[in-house]
């Protein structure tokens, strides 16, 4: 299990701009250093901050240097460890407030350079009536609630976990498996942290950003941090019908097919702006909504959709107050008759509070969007939406996998996303540091069509680069939106992404290549280490559909993580999705972080399969690197045993343009 003691500082301020992810890295960097030279100097410090993300690019050792000097009339000044911390958060505001990199502190992506987290009470208090209305009757967590907004209970119970994993199957329903969640009133430091665990690679499956926070800054109660991931969470489950597949009816918005590619590549916030604009300008209100902040404080665009919107509560008064709070009060009484009231104040309306904005608009679409789309309109985004199923789950994989890299561009609708390169360079430079040339990339908006086109050239030269097989593949397929290369290809980076990571495991690997019959053979020696008798032939073993095996091999590397007794015989369908859901959960409880489906695992996926054994592998072997579960030797042997058949197996896999 993934420890949770973390890197605590003398100085509460200081420890406070940091998540304990990012004092872990720092930490390392800084006794690595350390370890060389016996002891840091001021003088040391240009090439170590050099290289660090936010300034590295932005300050040159030289400039570090001369910056010091004037700080440190003796450079041979001994730096401790909270002193490094201080010079490397001033020297990422010098760089932001050059125009450069921009610190983000995990989901709510705040700069370092104001000293203390602020929490908006308005949001807190809008989150909060959210849980007591919809988890107040759930079975454990109903005697904990209601909770008091103008207190920190929120945070408190938070602590645990439980709340957060609740949230996130609220929002899309059986992520989590309830059963394997830790719910009792006093948990201890390792049941907690396993909740935590769950938690965050649950939230990252169902498209949070988490990046840079760890378990244990919820443990520790980061309000900040807390409020982020509560939000996110509750943003998606408000904004889950914002698209075709859930309403067909928003065809009604765009005019021809090539409009409605475009509307399903939108982010939701986009669509809901989309809908609003849509009905405003029946109204014949003039201005367009472009955000949910400075556009809507005058509440005016609100009393003419809601107008619009209910007819039978319709008056005039809205519009003629001219004193905004007063006029944000008559629009919540008017929205209440549509029993829409439940995330906003007029304050909040007045001031212009973005996401509380988005969560009134998002709950006035809920309960009437007002879209009527005729039969063919509706049978065009119906067929148009509707991928075969099989894509469908591998784009959403691939989508939830590159939101959790960390890249600046988030990715809403993958096949849309990629086809100006950009976030596949993006994705390539996490995957393989300094492979992309970015001054020969274009960043979108990209006007020029052959700009997109050098940018997915690029792509695939980085892609042969790194021995992917990219067969008769050009760089216009990618701008195309050729979906059958475009999973192909990024199956086949995040494929060398998890070979990189078991490589860098020097003491599993010494260094050499892993390929995918190592990671079959660890796979099958670790089960029957155990005493299991279960094996996988390989990864579309069909046997596998039952979960028995993945299980076992849970068990064999944390002995305690599997309840047996939730166990099914997985001889039924139901049963085999009650075990699969169960080995997902476990799995992302013990720390691994995957993406695949229940259904994955029951129709026996191949490529997800090996993500599954390459993620429970790696848990393994970073956590309990005194384990050499496989002799090099054997590995080769099987290498070379089995080497042809999963060859042919990944080559099935490749991009080719046949």
Known sequence: MSGFVGVHLSDPTLQSQFTQVELRTLDSKYHSAKAQC????????????????????????????????????????????????????????????????????????????????????????????????????????????????????????????????????????????????????????????????????????????????????????????????????????LLADLNLKKTPQLVELVEDSNEVEELMSLAPEKVLLKWMNFHLKKTGYKKEVTNFTTDLKDGEAYAHLLNVLAPEHSTSSTLET???????????????????????????????????????????????????????KLSMAEEIAEDDTQTSREERCFRLWINSLGVDTYVNNLFEDVRTGWVLLEVLDKVSPQSVKWKQATKPPIKMPFRKVENCNQVIQIGKELNLSLVNVAGNDIVQGNKKLIIAFLWQLMRFSMLQLLKNLRSFSQGKEITDADILNWANKKVKSAGKSSQMESFKDKNLSNGIFFLELLTAVEPRVVNWKLVTKGETDEDKKLNATYIITTARKLGCSIFLLPEDIMEVNQKMILTLTASIMYWSLHNKPGQRDIEQSSSQSAASAEGEGLAGQVSNLSADKK
Not at 334 to 352: N, S, W
Request: proline share 4%.
């Open 38 to 237: 016996g002891i840091i100097t001021a003088s040391d410090l240009p090439p170590i901050l050099g290289r660090l993300k936010g300034i590295s690019g932005i300050h040159t050792e030289d400039d570090i240097r001369a910056e010091l000097e004037e700080s440190y009339p003796d450079m041979k000044h001994e730096i401790d460890f909270e002193s490094f911390l201080r010079e490397y958060l001033a020297f990422q505001g010098r760089a932001a407030g050059a125009g450069g990199y921009k610190r983000t502190t995990s989901i709510l992506r705040q700069s370092t350079t104001t000293l203390l987290h602020t929490i908006s009470q308005s949001e807190k208090a809008s989150y909060v009536a959210h849980i007591n209305n919809h988890l107040g009757e759930d079975k454990f967590l109903k005697q904990f609630l209601p909770l008091d907004p103008s207190t920190n209970q929120l945070f408190e119970l938070a602590k645990d976990g439980v709340l957060l994993c609740k949230l996130i199957n609220l929002a899309v329903p059986g992520t989590i498996d309830e059963r394997a969640i830790n719910m009792k009133k006093t948990l201890n430091p390792w049941e907690r942290n396993e909740n935590h665990t769950l938690c965050l690679n649950s939230a990252k499956a169902i498209g949070c950003t988490v990046v840079n926070i760890g378990t244990q800054d919820l443990v520790e109660g980061r309000n900040h941090l807390v409020m982020g991931l509560i939000s996110q969470i509750i943003k998606i489950q």
């Open 322 to 376: 001219k004193d905004p709070t007063k006029r944000a009060n008559l629009i919540l009484e008017q929205a209440e008759k549509l029993d829409c009231k439940d995330y906003i104040t007029p304050k909040d309306i007045v001031d212009g509070s973005a996401n509380l904005n988005i969560a009134f608009v998002a709950q006035i679409f809920q309960h009437r969007n007002g879209l009527t789309a005729d039969s063919e």
